[in-house]
């Protein structure tokens, strides 16, 4: 079974910096995409940004500038470099791990979610 572990939320001031990271245990695949999400109280998870195994990037717009996703050295690592920090940043952020199947013609996903890391942003 995947596993998602999450590390590196905080408390930080407006205008700081965090950095997140998550490992995936379980697996030998690669895991085709990995993205963070976040989430506050009585609102929807959004997506903060994702990145494929090939680099490519996406963003939501409220942290584009900001926030910069990479994939870790290590296999099924992927870290979120958050500067420029604001009080509405501040929210539960879950790493996310997709696995992309072919089978027969037909595309299969498997996602994993890891437990979530407390960010908040507060002078």
């Known amino acids: 079974q995947v596993q998602l572990v999450e590390s590196g939320g905080g408390l930080v001031q407006p205008g700081g910096s965090l950095r997140l990271s998550c490992a995936a245990s379980?697996?030998?695949?690669?895991?085709?995409?990995m993205g963070w999400y976040r989430q506050v109280p009585e609102k929807q998870r959004e997506l903060v940004a994702i990145?494929?195994?090939?680099?490519?990037?996406n963003y939501t717009d409220s942290v584009k500038g900001r926030f910069t996703i990479a994939r870790g050295r290590a296999k099924n690592t992927v870290d979120l470099q958050m500067n420029s920090l604001k009080p509405e940043d501040t929210a539960i952020y879950y790493c996310?791990?997709?696995?992309?199947?072919?089978?027969?013609?037909?595309?299969?996903?498997?996602?994993?979610w890891g437990p979530g890391t407390q960010v908040t942003v507060s002078s």
């Open positions: 379980g697996t030998i695949f690669s895991l085709d995409i």
């Open positions: 996310n791990a997709v696995r992309i199947t072919i089978n027969e013609g037909a595309r299969y996903e498997y996602p994993y």
């Open positions: 990145i494929t195994s090939d680099g490519l990037a």
